[in-house]
């Protein structure tokens, strides 16, 4: 059974870091893409960053030279960091993982098959 288990989450003031996890067990995603969204209270679940099976590395503007995105194969995890952090980041930040292999990120949700649980991310101000 393949899961993806997310951590780093808490709370931390504006301008702040953080350092999001995420491990996957039951299978190796090391040719897939893997992606982290997030979801703030009313919205819908948006894209946050994702990363290719060469490394390749996508963001959405709002994230853009705050955020990292990076993966360590032999660990099976995918991290995001946080830097710059901003109240309207507060959301719960999800991983999400393709099933299919040697594809480009998408920015859909509907493109990936395995998702975590959730990891809650506040920045007060």
């Known amino acids: 059974q393949v899961q993806l288990v997310e951590s780093g989450g808490g709370l931390v003031q504006a301008g702040g870091s953080l350092r999001l996890s995420c491990t996957a067990s039951g299978r190796t995603f090391s040719r897939n893409a893997m992606a982290w969204f997030r979801q703030a209270p009313g919205k819908e679940r948006e894209f946050v960053a994702a990363?290719?099976?060469?490394?390749?590395?996508y963001y959405a503007d709002s994230v853009n030279g705050r955020f990292t995105i990076s993966r360590d194969n032999a660990k099976n995890t995918v991290y995001l960091q946080l830097n710059g952090l901003k109240p309207e980041d507060t959301a719960v930040y999800y991983c999400?993982?393709?099933?299919?292999?040697?594809?480009?990120?998408?920015?859909?949700?509907?493109?990936?098959?395995?998702w975590g649980q959730g990891t809650q991310v506040t920045v007060s101000s």
């Open positions: 990363i290719s099976w060469k490394v390749s590395t």
């Open positions: 999400a993982a393709d099933d299919s292999i040697l594809t480009i990120p998408g920015r859909a949700t509907f493109e990936y098959d395995y």
